[in-house]
């Protein structure tokens, strides 16, 4: 039966806590992979996977796009109590966002402003997983498949006491069953 550093890749991609998510994704793209160690000098820290930003980035708040030619009044502050002319109590977000009255294709035409790049002002930390669920380099992988199963995850840190020795993936596994070693 086939064993866990078998199987697993040791040519590891492991990432900072500090990285941006625009870096992560960028190298996860760059890397075709979904997901990496979080370390810490050589501490493992955590996860971060392809679904953790999304949960992430689904977690946000959007920026808020205004109607052209429409604003949105403060329900607090009576429309009398500002008259034509003035400026209404909203406009000082719309002036805040030098975007917010723009369709969609010009939003898209300046990524780099501030309410637009949430993955470059976001760190692995904020998304990343602290649950680490990790398999000994000599277990089988019939065991590592159960662990994922159980942790309901796609990959494992294959650890020798609290050194990381690599990962083994659901890609893996499926390898070894695929060769008749699992």
């Avoid at 190298?27 to 493992?44: E, K, T, Y």
């Avoid at 406009?91 to 309410?115: I, L």
């Avoid at 760190?123 to 159960?146: K, L, P």
Wanted: charged share 25%; aromatic share 4%.
């Amino acid at each position: 039966m086939g064993k866990v550093h078998e199987f697993m890749s040791a040519d590891l991609i492991a990432v900072e806590p500090g990285l941006s998510l625009r870096s992560l994704v960028e190298l996860f793209a760059q890397r075709h992979i979904s997901g990496a160690p979080v370390v810490d000098g050589r501490r493992v820290v955590g996860v971060v996977s392809v679904d953790d930003v999304l949960n992430f980035l689904a977690s946000q708040p959007t920026v808020p796009k205004a109607e052209e030619g429409k604003v949105e009044q403060d329900e607090d502050l009576p429309v009398d109590q500002w008259s034509e002319g003035d400026e209404p109590p909203s406009a000082f977000f719309v002036d805040t966002w030098d975007n917010a009255g723009a369709d969609v294709a010009e939003r898209f035409d300046t990524p780099d402003s501030p309410e637009w790049d949430l993955l470059g002002e976001h760190t692995v930390e904020e998304a990343m997983s602290r649950r680490i669920v990790a398999v000994g380099h000599e277990e089988s992988v019939a065991e590592a498949a159960r662990k994922m199963e159980q942790a309901q995850v796609h990959r494992l840190l294959v650890m020798d006491g609290g050194s990381l020795l690599g990962i083994i993936t659901t890609s893996d596994v499926t390898r070894a069953v695929a060769e008749s070693r699992a």
